[in-house]
């Protein structure tokens, strides 16, 4: 089973220079996606599932999409500074890393990976975890989708659901990013036993 975690970024820019020390300082906030890489790679080793992260760069001028299997992880994580520096090296090059990255629009995005996956979309306005049929949610692959440091825009949500997405809330609560990512893994792997 395929886990894809979609986290659009209108901030992160592919061809800027970015240190570690530009990051922790909160350059194009890369920490919120660094954080959420982290969790996912413990997540890997902890359940064996394949997980995914796409990361979509929405700013006007990117518009492309770099997709990292987390089994193509080079080196451990074992905090995060492991994870800014595995990241920073992703982002420098993502071809010369082995991963691909391409231009694409988000709603062409969305329509491929649509192909073989089923949409849960993690916004406050949805319906609780509880809510959903497990059985549907153990037909396919999955493709989560959540905002990084700032919710979607109006656009990208519309056709989120325009494919169909179905919108999960964990309460009126705001949470960060990489702790959505860890509730639903949690969720995920005790309903799959
Ligand atoms: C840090 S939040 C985004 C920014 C925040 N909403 C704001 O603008 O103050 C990261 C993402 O996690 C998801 N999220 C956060 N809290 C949630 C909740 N209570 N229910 C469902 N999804 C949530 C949403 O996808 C959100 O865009």
Redesign the pocket.
């Known amino acids: 089973m395929r886990l894809y975690f979609l986290l659009p970024s209108s901030t992160i820019r592919s061809e800027t220079k970015k240190t570690i020390k530009s990051i922790v300082g909160g350059q194009e906030r890369v920490d919120v996606i660094s954080r959420c890489l982290l969790n996912l790679y413990r997540w890997q080793k902890r359940t064996n599932q394949d997980f995914h992260l796409i990361l979509y760069l929405s700013n006007p001028n990117e518009l492309s999409a770099i997709y990292i299997p987390i089994s193509s992880i080079r080196n451990e994580l074992r905090s995060e500074l492991d994870s800014l520096r595995e990241l920073l090296a992703i982002l420098s090059n993502p071809k010369e890393y082995g991963l691909k990255f391409e231009k694409i629009f988000f709603k062409e995005l969305l329509k491929n990976l649509a192909k073989n996956s089923v949409f849960y979309y ?3 306005e ?1 319906k609780s975890l509880e809510e959903y049929d497990d059985t549907t949610i153990k037909e396919k692959s999955i493709c989560f989708v ?7 825009p109006q656009k990208q949500e519309e056709e989120l659901f325009n494919i169909g997405a179905s919108p ?10 990489s702790h ?1 990512i860890t509730i639903a893994c949690y969720y995920f792997s005790k309903s799959r036993g």
Do not use: E, W
């Not at 959540?146 to 979607?152: A, E």
């Not at 999960?168 to 990013?177: H, M, N, P, V």
């Open positions: 993690f916004t406050p949805g959540l905002g990084s440091q700032h919710d979607l999960i809330s964990l309460g009126k609560r705001d949470y960060l990013a959505v």
